[in-house]
């Protein structure tokens, strides 16, 4: 959003953060983290891009961050874009992208942004307690 300022008559630009995700599949099964700020709240693998990243190099950062899987970025496949403001006066862009998990490194271990990560079939978190 752009505007002017009632003052100055200067531009004035709100700009959005970017951010996004990436879905690692393996089989039928999907990896999730548990949201270090809410319990039993299970997300894909996600964070903002840093200043220098291009979007796949920062999802694919912040996988490894939040899960301890490496991927490359050249790996990842677009599957989704999407906005919106989940905070009060915090706009995002988010970038989603999808890999297969032979496509990756590492052991599935939480990172500092998360208490836990781990594959789940989606009949298995149906029948759990969790929520997204």
């Known amino acids: 959003m752009v505007y002017r300022c009632d003052s100055c008559d200067d531009y004035v630009f709100y ?3 970017p951010g996004g995700s990436t879905a690692v599949v393996d089989g039928e ?27 796949r ?44 998990r032979s496509k990756t490194t590492g052991t599935v271990d939480a990172g500092s942004d998360a208490t836990d990560a781990r594959f789940f079939a989606p009949a298995e978190f149906a029948a759990s307690a969790y929520s997204l």
């Open 57 to 100: 190099e920062g999802v694919a950062r912040e996988l490894e961050e939040e899960t301890g899987l490496s991927v490359d970025p050249d790996e990842l496949t677009y599957f989704y874009d999407s906005s919106g403001e989940p905070v009060a006066e915090q706009y995002m862009v988010n970038v989603d992208y999808a890999v297969p």
């Open 15 to 17: 700009n959005p953060t």
């Open 29 to 55: 099964r999907l990896l999730l983290v548990e949201d270090f700020r809410a319990a039993g709240e299970w997300k894909l693998p996600a964070g903002r891009i840093e200043l220098g990243e291009s979007p």
